[in-house]
């Protein structure tokens, strides 16, 4: 069975503060592909990353970069220097080829005060 | 790219009423089409997808149903709401493949009363 799942349902910093958010996934399958999206308080679903599972380098953008690893099934998320438009809920997701469907986790509920 | 236009932005519907929520798409062709529901503080749960015009996948049964009248234009129904029915009501829009991104709508916010 496919499953994501992000332990941390909320994280409180201060900003500037750096903070990593967890993704742990489960699959079977071989070949798959793990996403992270950002749910601001407007609502709609901002995509951040696609990682394919043969692709295990690691990731920056801006203050954004995502760890991969396949030893340990996770997919983690860490923003450097966080700001107040960082607060959000975070979505990791799943899919692969067997299942068609993007599995998402619960989402981890990121605040950053001033 | 592709934009996404959910409309209405927000919705408070009695129980028993009928519901329409309509998702169009723009810069792209025969896309993979998806509803989604989020309950309260809850986690993303897959209604339907549509692969082209009048297909529709049904993943939970319930008093929704799904239409894909046009290429690039998804309906969300139902006859009789429910106060379950209540949530959160994001489309997505994707590539051929089902692994492909998925890019999503603004939302419409459904309030059964």
């Known amino acids: 069975a496919q499953k994501v799942t992000q332990a941390q349902t909320e994280i409180s910093v201060v900003e500037k503060e750096d903070v990593t958010l967890d993704c742990v996934y489960e699959t079977r399958d071989t070949t798959y592909y793990l996403f992270w999206y950002k749910q601001p308080p407007s609502g709609e679903l901002v995509f951040l990353i696609r990682r394919n599972s043969f692709d295990e380098q690691n990731e920056i953008s801006g203050r954004y970069s995502w760890n991969f690893q396949k030893s340990t099934s996770s997919f983690n998320f860490t923003i450097t220097a966080s700001q107040v438009v960082d607060s959000a809920v975070y979505f990791c997701?799943?899919?692969?080829?067997?299942?068609?469907?993007?599995?998402f986790g619960t989402g981890t509920r990121l605040q950053v005060f001033p | 790219s592709q934009t996404i236009h959910q409309w209405p932005a927000t919705l408070v519907q009695p129980v028993g009423s009928p519901l329409s929520l309509e998702c169009t798409v723009e810069?792209?062709?025969?896309?993979?089409l998806y509803w989604y529901r989020q309950a309260a503080g809850r986690g993303l749960q897959l209604l339907f997808y549509s692969v082209g015009i009048g297909q529709i996948s049904s993943e939970v049964p319930q008093n929704l149903s799904a239409s894909r009248p046009q290429d690039r234009q998804f309906i969300l129904s139902s006859k009789k709401l429910l106060l379950s029915d209540s949530g959160f009501y994001l489309c997505a829009c994707g590539q051929a493949a089902a692994t492909d991104t998925q890019y999503f709508g603004p939302g419409t916010r459904l309030t059964v009363l």
């Open positions: 997701a799943l899919i692969t080829y067997n299942t068609d469907k993007l599995i």
């Open positions: 810069g792209t062709s025969n896309p993979n």
